[in-house]
């Protein structure tokens, strides 16, 4: 698909270029991960520092989600083209939405490489809080907020986000981030219901076969054959009815 990029030089004018962007197939981001993951405010609809006010209705999504929802690590947004200052870390595929406060990721997820996780690290320990984005604006206009004219963004397209500790909008931050106690105890809850489920079996075998027990048992006493069936009869049966409760727990 072949878009035009606008770009700003120091003078205030305005460049176009053509650029190509083209799906690429991904594997689903449902799989679990322990790489870590985290949710944001990519960018927030406010003021940023530049000026600049961006409308989320106006964003379009399908070129980010495209390329696989690219988020990458950036020490100033300003950096991002090529020089060597940017790497993409993590990424979340359809797990973005529009809403009227601004573009928001529900969950992306950490590459599993050293450099993404020393920077998982960061942002989990909260040295790294900052969002932003990289765009293609396609149309704008002035409008007066709050008292001053302020560039609002109409129309634009999202390439990709970016994790940074100087974010130009100072409402786009990270909200959340998983960290290894939660996947612990994710983990531990998995392994419980395996045991559970392992349990349910065996009981469910144990309770069959404590019913064949009785069953021969009674035969044995119904026609007189055995004083000592006749006596173990109740405690077989106590045995069964507590398996088969056992086994009714673990279901």
Do not use: W
Request: include cysteine; proline fraction near 3%.
């Amino acid at each position: 698909m072949g878009l035009l990029r606008a770009t700003k030089s120091l003078d205030g004018t305005s460049a176009l270029a053509m650029m190509t962007v083209s799906p690429v197939k991904c594997k689903s981001s449902d799989a679990k991960s322990s790489n870590g993951s985290f949710s944001a405010m990519l960018n927030a609809s406010t003021v940023d520092l530049e000026g600049d006010l961006f409308d989320p209705n106006g964003v379009d999504l399908s070129v980010f989600k495209a390329l696989g929802g690219p988020i990458m690590f950036v020490h100033e947004p300003h950096h991002v083209l090529g020089n060597g200052m940017s790497t993409v870390i993590a990424k979340t595929e359809n797990n973005i939405r529009a809403t009227g406060d601004g573009i928001f990721i529900g969950k992306a997820d950490f590459d599993s490489d050293e450099l993404s996780q020393h920077y998982r690290g960061k942002v989990d320990r909260g040295y790294i809080r900052g969002m932003s984005i990289g765009l293609i604006i396609t149309d704008f206009e002035f409008r007066m907020v709050d008292g001053r004219d302020v560039r609002v963004i109409t129309r634009s397209i999202l390439v990709h986000g970016i994790i940074t500790p100087q974010p130009v909008n100072t409402d786009s931050l990270i909200q959340s981030v998983s960290d290894k106690s939660t996947e612990q105890i994710e983990k531990l809850g998995k392994d419980l219901s395996s045991f559970k489920a392992a349990s349910a079996d065996r009981m469910s075998e144990l309770v069959s076969a404590t019913k064949a027990m009785t069953e021969r048992i009674e035969e044995l006493v119904s026609k007189g054959q055995s004083e000592a069936a006749s006596k173990l009869l109740p405690e077989v049966k106590s045995f069964g009815d507590v398996a088969a409760a056992i086994a009714s727990s673990t279901k």
